[in-house]
Nanobody
Framework: QVQLVESGGGLVQAGGSLRLSCAASGRTGSRYALGWFRQAPGKEREFVAAIRWSTGTTYYADSVKGRFTISRDNAKNTVYLQMNSLKPEDTAVYYC????????????????WGQGTQVTVSS
């Protein structure tokens, strides 16, 4: 069982930055990966970024590549999503999720989910 708690969402103007945090606790394995997903009103949940805990390998959606950075702090068991050059279309609820089978962009590979944090980007 893995517990995930997100924080750091809020309201920001277009072009601004936010950093999301995801604190993880519980049992993990060597292939454990953490990912960020987002869901805008009326849209399906979509992949944003993921990181493999043991190696630091990262993977990004094309829509955020070059603007968002995922990273981890092993000592704090926390994953971060640094979001720069934010656009109104980045507005969504952002979810942290954990996958026991390795890094993936597929939503059904993730077994554990946080409660979500709202990010709103004004134009």
């Amino acid at each position: 069982q893995v517990q995930l708690v997100e924080s750091g969402g809020g309201l920001v103007q277009a072009g601004g930055s936010l950093r999301l945090s995801c604190a993880a606790s519980g049992r993990t394995g060597s292939r454990y990966a953490l990912g960020w997903f987002r869901q805008a009103p009326g849209k399906e949940r979509e992949f944003v970024a993921a990181i493999r805990w043991s190696t630091g390998t990262t993977y990004y959606a094309d829509s955020v590549k070059g603007r968002f950075t995922i990273s981890r702090d092993n000592a704090k068991n926390t994953v971060y999503l640094q979001m720069n050059s934010l656009k109104p279309e980045d507005t969504a609820v952002y979810y942290c999720a954990a996958a026991g089978g390795g890094i993936s962009y597929l939503i059904n590979e993730y077994d554990y989910w946080g409660q979500g944090t709202q990010v709103t980007v004004s134009s």
